[in-house]
Each structure stands twice: as structure tokens, then as C-alpha cells.
């Protein structure tokens, strides 16, 4: 059972799925770099292409999306981003060879399947792609039958539901009602599309949810045979976020509370089998996310944790990210600029940052401690890590093993907090990340 240590959480913290963080991101980077990078990159590269429309909008979304009620704008956001898989394959070296696609929202399945079959394609068409693994988030909401054939065909061998909670009561609180009975008949359609990995995005945290609630809707994900299952805390944002207005506030849980309900969240996964990845993942003992941790190779990227060893992710759509060893790269996030700007056959990069020697250093703790829950700390960095240290180590969250830093059983749920030590950038975020739990 994990220790509630509430000042050892108060500050929010990022989910660092990139060093350094979008909040780090300026306008001195843009399509230059970008040109230049993937003139200069080999080897192996993972698309991820974002499609930011949705049928519907969820209450507590923070993605970039928008509600696909308009034909046209969605037709003209799609003939952009086919002109932007044109340019970016033409600047990537002829060796560079595809080995995953993930495709993200928004909802994929907020286009048509036509559509959606038109992205495969061009893909396809201008990449070296030989056996890929693609994976595609999905809404249960408003996946009609018609998708069936299509991931077939296409080969999608993992997919993502958003699920969230099974209670009818939190479901109506958050603006996303889909009954138990679609979310059983979507699954049982992914799985004969020959999905073979299926992962259920969960939450906690959310208003007037209950431990109760938690634990039918774990129950019921594990009853599903999910595959993998993200349990994530609920980040009320409404600053940043304005559709999080419409969610009662004062319905939320408290911060203990909260602590409460990720620690039975641990335990209850863990009983039913399932392999802790890092600090909010859980995968069966025989999928690849589960073998990448228990071999070491797990890795984190813009969609979480992943066993994908790619040394570079280009990213396709508005506000997507492209990650290069030495560069972050951000897409125009306005689809209007963004449809703008690719009529005119240019890059849509519009900020991001180059990554410094040093940088690349505390990221690679901040990776290591994050996916093994260990990283070697170089002299420097132990000098100045370890007196703010001091409390996770009095407390028996982390010690010292040698040159190396390790997180221990109990210190799971700080392990974002720990990592956060070796961020020189993290000086004023009480308004920008969420609660680290």
C-alpha cells in the first residue's frame, strides 16, 4: 500500500512525455528546422497522424479538437494533410524506413472509413513502410460497423478506446455517455478486425466518482479482457481549458481522495495479473508494452509509454509533434494556418526547441526513471539533486544504489515528482501541469 505524502505532491508537475516539455516550446523554431532534420535523419522513423475532429466533444478533453459537423472544413483539412505527407517524404533520405503508424485524435473514426482508408494509402505511397505496426485511438461512440472491414483490411493490429468510466451518473458529469452495452459491442468487433492488442483508457478523480465506481469499472475493463488499461487522473484544468467549465468543480474529489483511488487502482490491476508500467499503465504479462518493461526496453513518447524504439516520430496534422534527438518540432496548431500554410506547399512547424547536450543528459534520467524506475546519475547532477531529494529519501520513496537513483515500491505514485528534480526548467508550473497523482 503506497504512503500518502501530500507535501511531497503539491506542486503539479509534467508528464514529461517529451524533455523538455511542450511548455518549453518558442517560436525560434519552425519549418527550417524541421527541413533540415529530416533532410539529415536514417534509419527507422514512427508516424503519428492527428486527426483533431470528434462526432462529439467531451466536457473534460483537453486535446486539440474540434466537432466534425462541417463537410467542407473537414474535406479541406484532409487534402491538407495529405499535401504535408507529399513534403515530408520528399525531404526524408530514401533509406529512412517506417515501422509504426499511430493514428490520434481527437477521433480517427470522427472521418469516414473512405477517408481514413485515402490516409493508409498515401502513406503507404510515399513512405518505406514493410510491415508496420499501426495502432488507432477510436471513440466507442461512433464506431459504426462499416469500420469493421476497414481495420481489417488495413491491418490495425492495436487499438484504444476511450472508455473513461462505466457509471451511467459520471458519464452524464463529464459529457460522455456511451452505455455499457457499446463499449462490450465495440470491443467484441476490434477483436474480430484481428486487433490483437486493446488498450481501455480509464480515469479517476472525476466528480462524485466513488471508490465504488472505480472498482466496477475496473472490474468490468478486466472482465473485457483488456489488454492494457491507462488509468489516468482526471486534470481540471479550466483555465486552459475551457470546455472543462461545464464539469462541477466542487463534485471533485479531494487530493487524498485521488491518492486513494490511483493506489487501489495499483492493487486491483495487480491482483487481476496485470504488469505495472510505470506509474499509470498496466498490460497483460504477454503484450509488448508488458515484455518491453520487464526486458527494459520501455520508452516513453507523445503517446505515453510504448515499446517503440524508433529513434525519430514525425507527426502529420495540426499541433502534432515531431521528435528528433536533437529537435522538437510543433505543427501550427490553428487548422485554419495549418490548412493555410500547406496550400501554399509549406511546413506547418511553428515552434519547438532544439535540444542541447544538456538536455539530452537529464532527459535520459528523467526517461530512465520514468520507464525502469532507475537511471544513473552523473557526479554534477547528484550534487544538485540530491538535497532537494532529501524528503523522497527520509520518506523511503527513492535511495541512492551506487551512481544510480532508484524509485522503490512505495515511490511509484512520486515517481513524476522525483523525476521533475533533474527539470532545470520547472521553476513557476503551479498553473501550467496537473497533479502529479
Known sequence: MWTYHPDL?????????????????GESVGATDLDAALARHEGEVSLYVHIPFCEKICWYCGCNTSVANRSDRVAS????????????????????????????????????????VRLVDALTVHFDIARPVVSIELDPRTL????????????????????????????????RVQPARMIENATAMLRGAGVRSLNFDL???LPGQTMADLED??????????????????????????????????????????F??????????????????????????????????LTGQLRRNFQGFTDDQAPVLLGFGASAISAFPELLAQNEKNTGRYRMMLSQDRLTATRGIVRSAEDRRRGAVIGALLCQGRARVEPDLRRDAWPVLAPYFD??????DGEDLVILPGGLPYARSIAARFDPYRKDSLRRFSSAV
Request: aromatic share 8%; hydrophobic share 50%; net charge neutral.
Open 9 to 25: 505532491l503539491a506542486i503539479p508537475v509534467p508528464r514529461y512525455t517529451s524533455f523538455p516539455t511542450a511548455a518549453e516550446f
Open 77 to 116: 483539412y484532409l487534402d491538407a494533410l495529405h499535401r504535408e505527407i507529399v513534403l515530408v517524404a520528399e525531404r526524408l533520405p530514401r533509406d529512412a524506413r517506417v515501422s509504426r503508424i499511430a493514428f490520434g485524435g481527437g477521433s480517427p473514426n470522427g472521418i469516414s472509413p473512405i477517408d481514413f
Open 144 to 175: 459504426g460497423p462499416e469500420w469493421a472491414a476497414v481495420l481489417g483490411t488495413v491491418g490495425i493490429e492495436r487499438a484504444s478506446l476511450g472508455v473513461q468510466t462505466f457509471a451511467p451518473v459520471l458519464q452524464r458529469a463529464i459529457g
Open 203 to 205: 480515469m479517476y478523480g
Open 217 to 258: 469499472s475496473l472490474d468490468q475493463t478486466v472482465a473485457l479482457g483488456a489488454d492494457r488499461i491507462a488509468l489516468f487522473g482526471y486534470a481540471h484544468v479550466p483555465h486552459l481549458v475551457a470546455r472543462q467549465r461545464r464539469i462541477d468543480a466542487g463534485a471533485l474529489p479531494d487530493a487524498a481522495t485521488r
Open 260 to 293: 486513494a483511488m490511483a493506489a487501489f487502482g495499483h492493487a486491483v490491476l495487480l491482483a487481476a495479473g496485470y504488469v505495472a508500467v510505470g506509474f499509470d499503465h498496466f498490460a497483460r504479462p504477454g503484450d509488448a508494452l508488458a515484455q518491453a518493461t
Open 395 to 400: 520518506a523511503g520513496l527513492c535511495e541512492a
